[in-house]
Protein backbone atom coordinates (compact mmCIF):
# COMPACT_ATOMS: atom_id res chain seq x y z
CA UNK A 1 0.00 0.00 0.00
CA UNK A 2 1.80 3.38 -1.14
CA UNK A 3 2.07 6.15 1.44
CA UNK A 4 -0.97 8.17 -0.23
CA UNK A 5 -3.04 5.70 0.40
CA UNK A 6 -2.03 4.43 4.12
CA UNK A 7 -2.42 8.01 4.65
CA UNK A 8 -6.18 8.23 3.13
CA UNK A 9 -6.53 5.40 5.60
CA UNK A 10 -5.44 6.88 8.51
CA UNK A 11 -7.55 9.78 7.72
CA UNK A 12 -10.63 7.60 7.52
CA UNK A 13 -9.58 5.78 10.63
CA UNK A 14 -9.68 8.89 12.57
CA UNK A 15 -12.57 10.49 10.97
CA UNK A 16 -14.44 7.24 12.22
CA UNK A 17 -13.50 8.58 15.80
CA UNK A 18 -15.37 11.31 15.19
CA UNK A 19 -17.89 10.53 13.32
CA UNK A 20 -19.05 7.60 16.03
CA UNK A 21 -19.13 10.56 18.52
CA UNK A 22 -21.09 12.64 16.53
CA UNK A 23 -23.93 9.71 16.31
CA UNK A 24 -23.80 8.53 19.34
CA UNK A 25 -24.29 12.49 20.70
CA UNK A 26 -27.13 12.63 18.33
CA UNK A 27 -28.79 9.28 19.53
CA UNK A 28 -27.99 10.92 23.20
CA UNK A 29 -30.08 14.31 21.52
CA UNK A 30 -32.77 12.68 20.15
CA UNK A 31 -33.75 10.25 22.95
CA UNK A 32 -33.87 13.51 25.13
CA UNK A 33 -36.65 15.05 22.74
CA UNK A 34 -38.53 12.03 22.91
CA UNK A 35 -38.35 11.95 26.70
CA UNK A 36 -39.58 15.46 26.34
CA UNK A 37 -42.42 14.20 24.39
CA UNK A 38 -43.86 11.38 25.38
CA UNK A 39 -42.57 10.63 29.04
CA UNK A 40 -43.75 12.44 32.15
CA UNK A 41 -41.44 14.89 33.62
CA UNK A 42 -39.99 13.97 36.43
CA UNK A 43 -38.94 10.48 34.55
CA UNK A 44 -37.88 13.12 31.76
CA UNK A 45 -35.26 15.04 34.42
CA UNK A 46 -34.01 12.34 35.51
CA UNK A 47 -32.46 10.65 32.63
CA UNK A 48 -31.57 14.03 31.01
CA UNK A 49 -29.52 14.10 33.22
CA UNK A 50 -27.67 10.83 33.05
CA UNK A 51 -27.67 11.45 29.31
CA UNK A 52 -25.53 14.44 29.58
CA UNK A 53 -23.11 12.94 32.38
CA UNK A 54 -22.65 10.51 29.29
CA UNK A 55 -22.00 13.26 27.29
CA UNK A 56 -19.42 14.61 28.93
CA UNK A 57 -16.57 12.60 27.96
CA UNK A 58 -17.90 12.12 24.24
CA UNK A 59 -17.53 16.08 23.85
CA UNK A 60 -13.80 16.19 25.44
CA UNK A 61 -13.03 13.14 23.29
CA UNK A 62 -14.24 15.10 20.34
CA UNK A 63 -12.55 18.53 21.17
CA UNK A 64 -9.22 16.92 22.66
CA UNK A 65 -8.24 17.23 18.61
CA UNK A 66 -3.97 18.19 19.65
CA UNK A 67 -2.44 14.65 21.33
CA UNK A 68 -0.53 15.54 23.93
CA UNK A 69 3.11 15.63 22.80
CA UNK A 70 5.07 12.12 23.86
CA UNK A 71 7.64 13.19 26.82
CA UNK A 72 11.39 13.18 25.33
CA UNK A 73 12.84 9.66 25.94
CA UNK A 74 15.35 9.62 29.14
CA UNK A 75 18.62 8.91 27.21
CA UNK A 76 21.79 10.47 26.08
CA UNK A 77 22.50 12.80 23.31
CA UNK A 78 25.35 12.31 21.11
CA UNK A 79 27.02 14.84 18.70
CA UNK A 80 29.10 13.69 15.39
CA UNK A 81 31.80 15.23 17.52
CA UNK A 82 31.38 12.91 20.67
CA UNK A 83 30.70 9.51 18.49
CA UNK A 84 32.04 10.03 14.90
CA UNK A 85 32.02 6.47 14.26
CA UNK A 86 28.55 5.36 15.51
CA UNK A 87 27.45 8.75 13.15
CA UNK A 88 29.53 7.91 10.09
CA UNK A 89 28.18 4.10 10.44
CA UNK A 90 24.26 5.81 10.67
CA UNK A 91 24.89 7.91 7.69
CA UNK A 92 26.26 5.25 5.82
CA UNK A 93 23.53 3.06 6.22
CA UNK A 94 21.17 5.85 5.12
CA UNK A 95 22.72 6.46 2.12
CA UNK A 96 22.10 2.55 0.93
CA UNK A 97 18.41 2.69 2.23
CA UNK A 98 17.98 5.67 0.37
CA UNK A 99 16.43 8.07 3.11
CA UNK A 100 17.57 11.24 4.59
CA UNK A 101 19.83 10.28 7.96
CA UNK A 102 18.52 11.25 11.39
CA UNK A 103 19.22 14.48 12.74
CA UNK A 104 19.49 13.00 16.16
CA UNK A 105 21.10 10.66 18.18
CA UNK A 106 19.95 9.72 21.46
CA UNK A 107 21.72 6.55 23.79
CA UNK A 108 19.29 5.36 26.02
CA UNK A 109 18.72 2.25 28.70
CA UNK A 110 16.70 0.14 27.00
CA UNK A 111 17.51 -3.13 24.77
CA UNK A 112 15.37 -1.14 21.90
CA UNK A 113 16.28 0.82 18.77
CA UNK A 114 13.93 3.18 17.43
CA UNK A 115 13.32 6.11 15.01
CA UNK A 116 10.70 9.27 14.91
CA UNK A 117 10.16 11.82 12.83
CA UNK A 118 8.60 15.67 13.69
CA UNK A 119 6.51 15.77 10.92
CA UNK A 120 4.03 18.32 9.98
CA UNK A 121 0.29 18.36 8.80
CA UNK A 122 -0.77 15.09 10.57
CA UNK A 123 2.45 13.18 8.87
CA UNK A 124 2.09 14.39 5.28
CA UNK A 125 5.39 16.79 5.57
CA UNK A 126 8.58 15.03 6.42
CA UNK A 127 10.17 16.65 9.69
CA UNK A 128 13.28 16.43 12.02
CA UNK A 129 14.55 12.49 12.33
CA UNK A 130 15.86 11.28 15.95
CA UNK A 131 17.41 7.82 16.17
CA UNK A 132 17.14 5.86 19.50
CA UNK A 133 19.57 3.41 20.25
CA UNK A 134 20.31 1.61 23.69
CA UNK A 135 23.39 0.99 24.89
CA UNK A 136 22.55 -2.87 25.66
CA UNK A 137 22.65 -3.80 22.28
CA UNK A 138 25.68 -2.01 21.70
CA UNK A 139 26.84 -4.15 24.59
CA UNK A 140 25.59 -7.83 23.64
CA UNK A 141 25.74 -7.28 19.20
CA UNK A 142 28.21 -7.55 17.20
CA UNK A 143 28.60 -4.98 14.74
CA UNK A 144 27.24 -6.78 11.82
CA UNK A 145 24.30 -7.37 14.09
CA UNK A 146 24.15 -3.85 15.74
CA UNK A 147 24.31 -2.82 12.00
CA UNK A 148 21.13 -4.81 10.73
CA UNK A 149 19.54 -3.29 13.65
CA UNK A 150 19.96 0.05 12.34
CA UNK A 151 19.45 -0.85 9.00
CA UNK A 152 15.87 -2.30 10.12
CA UNK A 153 15.03 1.18 11.79
CA UNK A 154 16.05 3.34 9.04
CA UNK A 155 14.16 1.42 6.52
CA UNK A 156 10.90 2.68 8.10
CA UNK A 157 12.21 6.39 7.42
CA UNK A 158 12.22 5.18 3.56
CA UNK A 159 8.70 3.89 3.59
CA UNK A 160 7.21 6.98 5.04
CA UNK A 161 6.40 4.61 8.45
CA UNK A 162 7.43 7.36 11.11
CA UNK A 163 5.85 10.30 9.00
CA UNK A 164 2.31 8.29 9.10
CA UNK A 165 2.47 7.69 12.51
CA UNK A 166 1.12 11.05 13.85
CA UNK A 167 -2.13 9.93 12.30
CA UNK A 168 -1.92 6.45 14.03
CA UNK A 169 -0.78 7.75 17.17
CA UNK A 170 -3.26 10.59 17.34
CA UNK A 171 -6.38 8.03 16.43
CA UNK A 172 -5.14 5.08 19.18
CA UNK A 173 -4.59 8.56 21.46
CA UNK A 174 -8.05 9.48 20.81
CA UNK A 175 -10.18 6.34 21.25
CA UNK A 176 -8.02 5.12 24.24
CA UNK A 177 -8.59 8.30 26.16
CA UNK A 178 -12.24 8.05 25.71
CA UNK A 179 -12.51 4.96 26.95
CA UNK A 180 -10.45 5.88 29.80
CA UNK A 181 -13.20 8.32 30.76
CA UNK A 182 -16.10 6.20 30.46
CA UNK A 183 -14.07 3.62 32.76
CA UNK A 184 -12.90 5.92 35.30
CA UNK A 185 -16.54 7.38 35.88
CA UNK A 186 -17.91 4.01 36.23
CA UNK A 187 -15.45 3.02 38.68
CA UNK A 188 -16.28 6.42 40.62
CA UNK A 189 -19.92 5.58 40.29
CA UNK A 190 -19.59 2.20 41.82
CA UNK A 191 -17.51 3.54 44.28
CA UNK A 192 -20.00 5.91 45.78
CA UNK A 193 -22.46 3.08 45.42
CA UNK A 194 -20.46 0.60 47.62
CA UNK A 195 -19.75 3.66 50.23
CA UNK A 196 -23.59 4.27 50.60
CA UNK A 197 -23.83 0.28 50.72
CA UNK A 198 -21.72 -0.17 53.71
CA UNK A 199 -22.73 2.76 55.38
CA UNK A 200 -26.66 1.59 55.37
CA UNK A 201 -25.34 -1.79 56.46
CA UNK A 202 -23.19 -0.03 58.96
CA UNK A 203 -26.50 1.88 60.34
CA UNK A 204 -28.32 -1.37 60.20
CA UNK A 205 -25.39 -3.55 62.21
CA UNK A 206 -25.99 -0.49 65.00
CA UNK A 207 -29.69 -1.40 65.20
CA UNK A 208 -28.67 -5.32 65.72
CA UNK A 209 -30.43 -5.84 62.11
CA UNK A 210 -28.33 -8.23 59.25
CA UNK A 211 -26.06 -6.11 57.08
CA UNK A 212 -26.77 -6.99 53.08
CA UNK A 213 -24.38 -7.91 50.59
CA UNK A 214 -22.39 -5.13 48.89
CA UNK A 215 -23.69 -5.19 45.43
CA UNK A 216 -22.36 -2.71 42.97
CA UNK A 217 -22.58 -4.62 39.79
CA UNK A 218 -25.56 -2.20 38.42
CA UNK A 219 -23.32 0.84 39.24
CA UNK A 220 -21.90 2.69 36.43
CA UNK A 221 -23.52 0.47 33.70
CA UNK A 222 -24.12 3.28 31.43
CA UNK A 223 -21.18 4.19 31.45
CA UNK A 224 -19.56 0.74 30.48
CA UNK A 225 -21.71 0.48 28.03
CA UNK A 226 -20.47 3.18 26.20
CA UNK A 227 -16.70 2.25 27.02
CA UNK A 228 -17.88 -1.06 25.30
CA UNK A 229 -18.90 0.88 22.71
CA UNK A 230 -15.51 2.57 22.11
CA UNK A 231 -13.48 -0.66 22.83
CA UNK A 232 -15.05 -2.18 19.95
CA UNK A 233 -14.07 0.98 17.71
CA UNK A 234 -11.03 0.35 19.23
CA UNK A 235 -10.21 -3.06 18.19
CA UNK A 236 -11.39 -2.20 15.02
CA UNK A 237 -8.54 0.41 14.87
CA UNK A 238 -5.81 -1.36 16.27
CA UNK A 239 -5.84 -4.26 14.24
CA UNK A 240 -6.41 -2.23 10.84
CA UNK A 241 -3.14 -0.02 11.39
CA UNK A 242 -1.12 -3.03 13.10
CA UNK A 243 -1.92 -5.13 10.55
CA UNK A 244 0.05 -2.50 7.90
CA UNK A 245 2.59 -2.21 11.11
CA UNK A 246 3.71 -6.01 11.01
CA UNK A 247 4.09 -5.22 6.96
CA UNK A 248 6.11 -2.90 7.47
CA UNK A 249 8.32 -4.67 10.07
CA UNK A 250 9.09 -7.23 7.50
CA UNK A 251 9.72 -4.95 5.14
CA UNK A 252 12.60 -3.34 6.79
CA UNK A 253 13.83 -6.90 7.84
CA UNK A 254 14.18 -7.31 4.14
CA UNK A 255 15.72 -4.13 4.43
CA UNK A 256 18.52 -5.04 6.78
CA UNK A 257 18.83 -8.65 5.18
CA UNK A 258 19.82 -6.61 1.91
CA UNK A 259 22.19 -4.19 2.90
CA UNK A 260 24.12 -6.12 5.99
CA UNK A 261 23.83 -9.22 5.17
CA UNK A 262 21.47 -12.79 5.55
CA UNK A 263 22.78 -13.86 8.40
CA UNK A 264 23.79 -10.46 10.49
CA UNK A 265 20.19 -9.89 10.29
CA UNK A 266 18.81 -13.12 11.64
CA UNK A 267 21.00 -13.53 14.56
CA UNK A 268 20.33 -9.92 15.23
CA UNK A 269 16.89 -10.77 15.98
CA UNK A 270 17.25 -13.75 17.77
CA UNK A 271 19.83 -11.66 19.67
CA UNK A 272 17.92 -9.51 20.58
CA UNK A 273 14.74 -11.20 23.14
CA UNK A 274 17.70 -12.50 24.51
CA UNK A 275 20.09 -9.69 25.73
CA UNK A 276 15.76 -8.11 26.47
CA UNK A 277 15.95 -10.99 29.15
CA UNK A 278 19.64 -11.00 30.78
CA UNK A 279 19.35 -7.10 30.95
CA UNK A 280 16.12 -7.77 33.02
CA UNK A 281 17.82 -10.06 35.31
CA UNK A 282 20.90 -8.23 35.34
CA UNK A 283 19.38 -4.85 36.69
CA UNK A 284 17.18 -7.08 39.09
CA UNK A 285 19.81 -8.90 40.44
CA UNK A 286 23.32 -6.85 40.27
CA UNK A 287 22.58 -2.92 39.14
CA UNK A 288 20.09 -2.79 41.82
CA UNK A 289 21.11 -5.18 44.04
CA UNK A 290 21.71 -1.82 46.96
CA UNK A 291 19.39 0.38 45.94
CA UNK A 292 16.97 -0.99 49.07
CA UNK A 293 19.73 0.82 50.79
CA UNK A 294 20.90 3.83 49.02
CA UNK A 295 23.72 1.61 47.51
CA UNK A 296 25.04 1.98 43.68
CA UNK A 297 28.19 0.44 42.39
CA UNK A 298 30.56 2.23 41.20
CA UNK A 299 30.27 5.36 38.87
CA UNK A 300 29.74 3.85 35.24
CA UNK A 301 28.87 0.30 36.45
CA UNK A 302 25.33 0.33 36.73
CA UNK A 303 25.27 -0.01 33.21
CA UNK A 304 29.17 -1.26 32.41
CA UNK A 305 28.75 -3.86 34.33
CA UNK A 306 26.38 -5.85 32.10
CA UNK A 307 28.55 -6.15 29.26
CA UNK A 308 30.79 -9.12 31.59
CA UNK A 309 27.37 -10.42 32.93
CA UNK A 310 27.10 -11.60 29.19
CA UNK A 311 30.28 -12.77 28.95
CA UNK A 312 30.24 -15.04 31.74
CA UNK A 313 26.67 -16.43 31.25
CA UNK A 314 27.32 -17.22 27.26
CA UNK A 315 27.11 -20.96 27.91
CA UNK A 316 23.75 -20.49 29.84
CA UNK A 317 21.94 -17.44 27.59
CA UNK A 318 22.59 -19.95 24.35
CA UNK A 319 19.57 -21.90 24.52
CA UNK A 320 17.42 -18.87 24.38
CA UNK A 321 18.75 -18.26 21.22
CA UNK A 322 16.95 -21.20 19.76
CA UNK A 323 13.80 -20.68 21.56
CA UNK A 324 12.07 -17.86 20.12
CA UNK A 325 8.53 -16.42 20.56
CA UNK A 326 6.60 -17.93 18.01
CA UNK A 327 3.39 -15.40 18.78
CA UNK A 328 2.90 -11.68 19.04
CA UNK A 329 2.76 -9.97 22.72
CA UNK A 330 -0.81 -9.50 22.16
CA UNK A 331 -3.45 -9.57 19.57
CA UNK A 332 -2.64 -5.68 19.31
CA UNK A 333 1.40 -6.19 19.24
CA UNK A 334 2.59 -4.12 16.35
CA UNK A 335 5.67 -6.56 15.68
CA UNK A 336 4.95 -9.84 14.13
CA UNK A 337 6.53 -13.21 16.08
CA UNK A 338 10.25 -13.22 16.38
CA UNK A 339 10.12 -16.77 15.39
CA UNK A 340 8.25 -15.70 12.38
CA UNK A 341 10.78 -13.09 11.11
CA UNK A 342 13.73 -15.28 11.75
CA UNK A 343 12.21 -17.56 9.53
CA UNK A 344 11.27 -15.50 6.68
CA UNK A 345 14.91 -14.10 6.75
CA UNK A 346 16.93 -17.54 7.25
CA UNK A 347 14.78 -18.50 3.96
CA UNK A 348 16.15 -16.23 1.91
CA UNK A 349 19.27 -17.59 -0.27
CA UNK A 350 23.10 -17.30 1.24
CA UNK A 351 24.87 -14.28 0.15
CA UNK A 352 28.45 -15.07 1.78
CA UNK A 353 28.04 -12.33 4.03
CA UNK A 354 28.57 -14.29 7.28
CA UNK A 355 31.72 -12.94 8.11
CA UNK A 356 31.21 -9.57 7.89
CA UNK A 357 32.22 -6.93 10.95
CA UNK A 358 32.52 -9.69 13.27
CA UNK A 359 33.93 -7.07 15.89
CA UNK A 360 31.90 -6.04 18.94
CA UNK A 361 29.54 -3.07 18.49
CA UNK A 362 30.48 -1.29 21.78
CA UNK A 363 33.79 -0.88 19.25
CA UNK A 364 31.83 2.01 17.52
CA UNK A 365 31.85 4.32 20.68
CA UNK A 366 34.74 6.66 20.84
CA UNK A 367 35.14 5.94 24.67
CA UNK A 368 32.68 3.52 26.30
CA UNK A 369 33.39 3.73 29.88
CA UNK A 370 32.89 7.54 29.81
CA UNK A 371 29.87 6.87 27.83
CA UNK A 372 28.70 4.42 29.92
CA UNK A 373 29.37 6.63 32.92
CA UNK A 374 27.46 9.54 31.41
CA UNK A 375 24.44 7.62 30.52
CA UNK A 376 23.67 6.97 34.11
CA UNK A 377 24.18 10.67 34.90
CA UNK A 378 21.49 11.14 32.17
CA UNK A 379 18.96 8.62 32.84
CA UNK A 380 19.24 8.57 37.17
CA UNK A 381 16.83 10.12 38.58
CA UNK A 382 18.17 12.93 41.14
CA UNK A 383 17.28 10.76 44.17
CA UNK A 384 19.01 7.08 43.03
CA UNK A 385 22.27 9.73 41.67
CA UNK A 386 22.18 10.53 45.62
CA UNK A 387 22.77 7.01 46.70
CA UNK A 388 26.00 6.03 47.88
CA UNK A 389 28.94 4.75 45.42
CA UNK A 390 30.96 1.71 46.73
CA UNK A 391 34.40 0.63 45.41
CA UNK A 392 33.69 -2.55 43.29
CA UNK A 393 31.58 -5.21 43.26
CA UNK A 394 32.22 -7.39 46.01
CA UNK A 395 31.38 -4.11 48.38
CA UNK A 396 28.12 -3.72 47.09
CA UNK A 397 27.61 -7.02 47.84
CA UNK A 398 28.94 -7.38 51.44
CA UNK A 399 27.60 -4.09 52.50
CA UNK A 400 23.90 -5.35 50.39
CA UNK A 401 23.88 -8.06 52.22
CA UNK A 402 24.52 -7.43 55.90
CA UNK A 403 22.04 -4.53 56.02
CA UNK A 404 19.30 -6.91 54.90
CA UNK A 405 20.54 -9.38 57.31
CA UNK A 406 20.66 -7.42 59.79
CA UNK A 407 16.80 -6.80 59.15
CA UNK A 408 14.57 -8.99 61.77
CA UNK A 409 11.59 -9.16 59.25
CA UNK A 410 10.93 -12.82 59.23
CA UNK A 411 7.82 -14.23 60.49
CA UNK A 412 9.89 -16.04 62.76
CA UNK A 413 11.48 -12.67 64.23
CA UNK A 414 8.15 -11.82 64.72
CA UNK A 415 6.82 -15.00 66.42
CA UNK A 416 10.11 -15.29 68.60
CA UNK A 417 9.24 -11.44 69.68
CA UNK A 418 6.02 -12.19 70.92
CA UNK A 419 6.98 -15.30 72.23
CA UNK A 420 9.42 -14.08 74.61
CA UNK A 421 8.63 -10.20 74.81
CA UNK A 422 12.11 -9.68 74.17
CA UNK A 423 14.73 -8.32 71.06
CA UNK A 424 14.53 -12.04 68.86
CA UNK A 425 17.76 -13.79 68.63
CA UNK A 426 19.45 -16.58 67.53
CA UNK A 427 21.19 -17.59 71.07
CA UNK A 428 17.10 -16.83 72.64
CA UNK A 429 15.59 -19.28 69.79
CA UNK A 430 18.15 -22.02 70.29
CA UNK A 431 17.08 -21.73 74.20
CA UNK A 432 13.26 -22.17 73.11
CA UNK A 433 13.88 -25.11 70.93
CA UNK A 434 16.39 -27.17 73.24
CA UNK A 435 13.36 -26.64 75.93
CA UNK A 436 11.43 -28.31 74.17
CA UNK A 437 9.09 -25.35 73.12
CA UNK A 438 9.52 -24.98 69.53
CA UNK A 439 6.03 -25.93 68.67
CA UNK A 440 4.45 -23.97 71.14
CA UNK A 441 6.57 -20.71 69.15
CA UNK A 442 5.31 -21.98 65.94
CA UNK A 443 1.79 -21.30 66.90
CA UNK A 444 2.38 -18.04 67.10
CA UNK A 445 3.82 -17.88 63.13
CA UNK A 446 0.97 -16.44 60.51
CA UNK A 447 -1.16 -19.31 59.93
CA UNK A 448 -3.46 -20.61 57.62
CA UNK A 449 -6.51 -21.77 58.91
CA UNK A 450 -5.97 -25.16 57.80
CA UNK A 451 -2.62 -25.28 59.40
CA UNK A 452 -4.26 -23.22 62.86
CA UNK A 453 -6.56 -25.95 63.46
CA UNK A 454 -4.11 -28.80 62.43
CA UNK A 455 -2.28 -30.35 65.40
CA UNK A 456 0.55 -32.78 66.15
CA UNK A 457 2.63 -34.28 63.44
CA UNK A 458 0.32 -32.51 60.53
CA UNK A 459 0.86 -28.61 62.64
CA UNK A 460 4.76 -29.60 62.13
CA UNK A 461 4.62 -30.57 58.70
CA UNK A 462 2.18 -27.10 58.28
CA UNK A 463 4.90 -24.97 59.83
CA UNK A 464 8.18 -26.35 59.10
CA UNK A 465 9.07 -25.07 55.94
CA UNK A 466 8.32 -21.41 57.08
CA UNK A 467 10.61 -22.32 60.61
CA UNK A 468 13.63 -23.76 58.11
CA UNK A 469 13.35 -20.82 55.59
CA UNK A 470 13.29 -18.22 58.27
CA UNK A 471 16.41 -19.82 60.56
CA UNK A 472 18.44 -19.99 57.50
CA UNK A 473 18.14 -15.88 57.67
CA UNK A 474 18.33 -15.55 61.09
CA UNK A 475 21.72 -17.96 61.11
CA UNK A 476 23.01 -16.16 58.24
CA UNK A 477 22.76 -12.65 60.39
CA UNK A 478 24.51 -13.86 63.09
CA UNK A 479 27.16 -15.81 61.45
CA UNK A 480 27.72 -12.08 59.52
CA UNK A 481 27.49 -10.32 62.85
CA UNK A 482 29.61 -12.60 64.20
CA UNK A 483 32.38 -11.63 60.97
CA UNK A 484 31.96 -15.83 59.84
CA UNK A 485 30.44 -15.26 56.88
CA UNK A 486 31.64 -14.17 53.95
CA UNK A 487 29.94 -13.58 50.46
CA UNK A 488 31.81 -14.39 46.87
CA UNK A 489 30.52 -12.40 44.08
CA UNK A 490 30.22 -13.54 41.09
CA UNK A 491 28.78 -12.85 37.45
CA UNK A 492 28.44 -16.63 36.53
CA UNK A 493 25.91 -17.45 39.46
CA UNK A 494 24.28 -15.60 42.14
CA UNK A 495 26.33 -14.77 44.89
CA UNK A 496 27.21 -17.73 47.42
CA UNK A 497 27.65 -17.31 50.96
CA UNK A 498 30.60 -19.30 52.86
CA UNK A 499 30.40 -20.73 55.92
CA UNK A 500 33.25 -21.78 58.66
CA UNK A 501 33.88 -25.41 57.59
CA UNK A 502 32.59 -27.94 60.17
CA UNK A 503 34.56 -30.12 62.77
CA UNK A 504 35.77 -32.45 60.34
CA UNK A 505 36.94 -29.63 57.87
CA UNK A 506 34.22 -30.31 54.98
CA UNK A 507 32.06 -27.51 53.54
CA UNK A 508 29.43 -26.46 55.93
CA UNK A 509 25.91 -27.90 55.07
CA UNK A 510 23.57 -24.80 56.09
CA UNK A 511 20.59 -26.38 54.74
CA UNK A 512 21.52 -29.61 56.55
CA UNK A 513 22.24 -27.93 60.02
CA UNK A 514 19.15 -26.03 59.65
CA UNK A 515 16.98 -29.09 59.31
CA UNK A 516 18.66 -30.50 62.47
CA UNK A 517 17.47 -28.14 64.68
CA UNK A 518 13.75 -27.69 63.51
CA UNK A 519 13.28 -31.91 62.93
CA UNK A 520 10.98 -33.46 65.07
CA UNK A 521 13.97 -34.67 67.50
CA UNK A 522 15.59 -31.52 67.23
CA UNK A 523 19.43 -31.07 67.21
CA UNK A 524 20.86 -27.75 68.15
CA UNK A 525 24.75 -29.03 68.62
CA UNK A 526 25.59 -28.33 64.63
CA UNK A 527 23.93 -24.84 64.66
CA UNK A 528 25.64 -24.30 68.21
CA UNK A 529 29.16 -25.42 66.70
CA UNK A 530 28.79 -22.73 64.31
CA UNK A 531 28.11 -19.90 66.34
CA UNK A 532 31.11 -20.97 68.52
CA UNK A 533 33.45 -21.28 65.45
CA UNK A 534 34.86 -17.81 66.30
CA UNK A 535 35.93 -18.32 69.98
CA UNK A 536 37.44 -21.77 68.60
CA UNK A 537 39.63 -20.52 66.08
CA UNK A 538 41.08 -17.64 68.43
CA UNK A 539 42.20 -19.97 70.69
CA UNK A 540 46.12 -20.40 71.83
Do not use: C
Not at 203 to 232: C, F, S
Not at 378 to 391: I, N, Q, Y
Amino acid sequence: MGTTLRALRALLLLAGFYLLGVVLLALLAGGDYLLYLHAPSSVTVKLTIVSVLLAIPLVRGLFMLRTPRDEETAGLPVTEADEPELWRTVRDLAEQVGTRAPSRIVLTADVNAAVSEDARLLGLLPGPRRLYLGVPLLQGLSEAQLRAVLAHELGHYSNSDTRLAALTVRGRAQVLRTITHFEQRADRTAAREQARQEKKNAKAEAKGKQAKEVDTGHAGVTYRAMAKIYIGYAKLYFRATLAVSRRQEYAADAAAARIVGRDATASALREIPVLDAAFGFYMGSYATLGSDKGLLPPHGEVFGGFARMLTARQLELSGLRTDLPTEPLSPYDSHPPIADRVRRIEELPDDGRADEARGAALDLLSAPERTLAALEDAVLTDEVRRFGRTRDWQELLDRSMAEALAADGTPLHGALRQYTQEQPTLPALLDVIEDGRLWQLAKRLPLSEEAAASEGRVFREFVRPTLHKSLISMALAELNARSLLRWEFSWERSAIPHLPPASDGTETDLDAVVGSAVADAPDTAPLRALLTHHDRSTEV
